[in-house]
């Protein structure tokens, strides 16, 4: 019921406070207009130091209060209404100070010194609740609409601040800035569990790095759960703040991780530069492997925790490939540990010219810095067919690989078979690693 009473009052403030902000009435000033239709009863809002978004810092709602009932007492009870509420329509104007958010409209104001760019401090007293609060006057008493029966001042705080450092060397990283009455909470890096990639929300994101925990303070013992608690305070009774900055330092770790719980995840998120945490066996059947890892030069990390990949088909078609595997080449950068391929297929297709290439079922080169550990590979199988192009010697064919230390990789189960329209013209030899193919013609 109040707030119908603050709509109905506000269509008679309404011509008011226009011509206060248009100066309207030809020669005579708003004041003067407002006064000669009893719009005597005005309530001044000071955007004090701040701007309304018609670019006036003043705002003057004026009131007739002639035809309103009167208590008992001689009193008009007057609801006020904030500049920005919906109830004005296309008459709100929301207040506005750049680094700053509104604490709320107070009726009294004090100075309190000066900040270190010589600005004047305030504090402030009597918030207005514009739901509970009403302003009395007398309705027999004569009134200006120049001379404000009251005046609410805007109390102005800065907004919060969250500087991110890093754990490791103390470093500023970032600084997120924010008006709190807008953003009710910050929340720390989450995974996402559709991309397996990491969600930063509000955090900064670090070029090369992958987010592994936050802490509120700069010796890592106090960790922040799922949402940052901003300790700055707002005491509203003063519409002053303290601890608006606050340090949040954040644990990285380098290179950019995915925790990896589905195929999808994985083809999803598949790079020569990725780093995976794998944690759950994945079964590729009916998916393309892919291409990325197959021919390019991975610099990453896979760390398999024990699990499988299964079912993995992949095809040589492109002759302008000239390494090719599961991974095409694997640099002394990456790194490979803890997990099992099982059941995979390699084919090396017709028209495939083979000259001038290095082929494995896992790897078309390995470099011998690169780290794998107890990886395995069983029941692998490397098509050769018949109409591939074979013109000269120059090639490499190998069961776990092409060129490298093909001993890295463990319990090596792979078998190399010709296929095609015309397996018979194909002689395959298998010393060790090593593939020797001879096609009759």
């Keep these: 019921?109040?707030?119908?009473?603050?709509?109905?009052?506000?269509?008679?403030?309404?011509?008011?406070?226009?011509?206060?902000?248009?100066?309207?009435?030809?020669?005579?000033?708003?004041?003067?207009?407002?006064?000669?239709?009893?719009?005597?009863?005005?309530?001044?809002?000071?955007?004090?130091?701040?701007?309304?978004?018609?670019?006036?810092?003043?705002?003057?709602?004026?009131?007739?209060?002639?035809?309103?009932?009167?208590?008992?007492?001689?009193?008009?009870?007057?609801?006020?209404?904030?500049?920005?509420?919906?109830?004005?329509?296309?008459?709100?104007?929301?207040?506005?100070?750049?680094?700053?958010?509104?604490?709320?409209?107070?009726?009294?104001?004090?100075?309190?010194?000066?900040?270190?760019?010589?600005?004047?401090?305030?504090?402030?007293?009597?918030?207005?609740?514009?739901?509970?609060?009403?302003l009395e006057v007398v309705v027999d008493k004569e009134y200006s609409s120049q001379e404000p029966v009251l005046t609410l001042y805007a109390a102005w705080v800065p907004l919060f601040e969250i500087e991110f450092y890093s754990l490791e060397d103390g470093k500023l990283i970032d600084t997120y800035v924010y008006d709190p009455t807008v953003v009710k909470e910050i929340k720390a890096p989450a995974l996402d569990e559709k991309t397996g990639a990491m969600k930063l929300y509000n955090f900064p994101e670090r070029d090369g790095y992958t987010y592994?925990?936050?802490?509120?303070?700069?010796?890592?013992?106090?960790?922040?759960?799922?949402?940052?608690?901003?300790?700055?305070?707002?005491?509203?009774?003063?519409g002053t703040a303290e601890d608006t900055v606050m340090k949040v330092y954040v644990d990285w770790m380098e290179g950019e991780w995915y925790h990896i719980y589905t195929v999808e995840q994985f083809l999803e998120n598949a790079s020569i530069k990725g780093n995976y945490e794998i944690h759950a066996d994945l079964d590729f059947s009916g998916e393309t492997w892919p291409s990325s890892l197959m021919y390019g030069k991975f610099t990453g990390t896979i760390k398999g925790n024990g699990h499988k990949f299964t079912n993995i088909e992949f095809k040589q078609t492109n002759n302008s490939k000239a390494n090719a595997g599961l991974f095409g080449n694997i640099t002394k950068k990456a790194s490979i540990t803890d997990l099992t391929f099982e059941n995979?297929?390699?084919?090396?297709?017709?028209?495939?010219?083979?000259?001038?290439?290095?082929?494995?079922?896992?790897?078309?080169?390995?470099?011998?810095?690169?780290?794998?550990?107890?990886?395995?590979?069983?029941?692998?199988?490397?098509?050769?067919?018949s109409n591939c192009y074979f013109g000269a010697s120059d090639y490499s064919i190998g069961l776990v690989c092409g060129s490298g230390n093909a001993a890295v990789v463990s319990n090596a189960q792979i078998t190399c078979v010709p296929t095609g329209d015309n397996p018979e013209l194909v002689q395959i030899t298998v010393e060790g690693n090593d593939v020797t193919v001879e096609i009759s013609k």
């Design 212 to 238: 592994q925990g936050a802490y509120y303070d700069e010796e890592g013992t106090e960790p922040i759960a799922s949402i940052v608690e901003h300790y700055g305070d707002v005491d509203r009774k003063t």
């Design 1 to 134: 019921m109040k707030l119908r009473i603050k709509t109905v009052l506000l269509t008679l403030l309404v011509v008011g406070s226009m011509c206060w902000l248009t100066a309207c009435g030809g020669d005579k000033t708003p004041y003067e207009v407002n006064d000669e239709k009893n719009y005597t009863v005005s309530v001044k809002f000071d955007a004090n130091g701040g701007v309304f978004t018609t670019n006036t810092s003043v705002i003057l709602d004026s009131y007739n209060i002639s035809d309103m009932q009167a208590d008992e007492d001689g009193y008009v009870e007057i609801p006020l209404i904030t500049p920005d509420d919906e109830a004005r329509g296309n008459d709100a104007f929301k207040a506005t100070k750049s680094g700053y958010f509104l604490a709320g409209w107070y009726a009294e104001r004090s100075e309190n010194g000066k900040d270190e760019d010589g600005n004047t401090l305030y504090t402030y007293g009597e918030k207005w609740d514009f739901e509970d609060d009403y």
């Design 344 to 385: 995979v297929t390699f084919t090396i297709e017709k028209g495939t010219r083979v000259t001038g290439t290095a082929y494995g079922l896992f790897a078309g080169t390995i470099d011998d810095e690169a780290t794998i550990s107890n990886v395995n590979i069983t029941n692998g199988v490397i098509q050769i067919d």
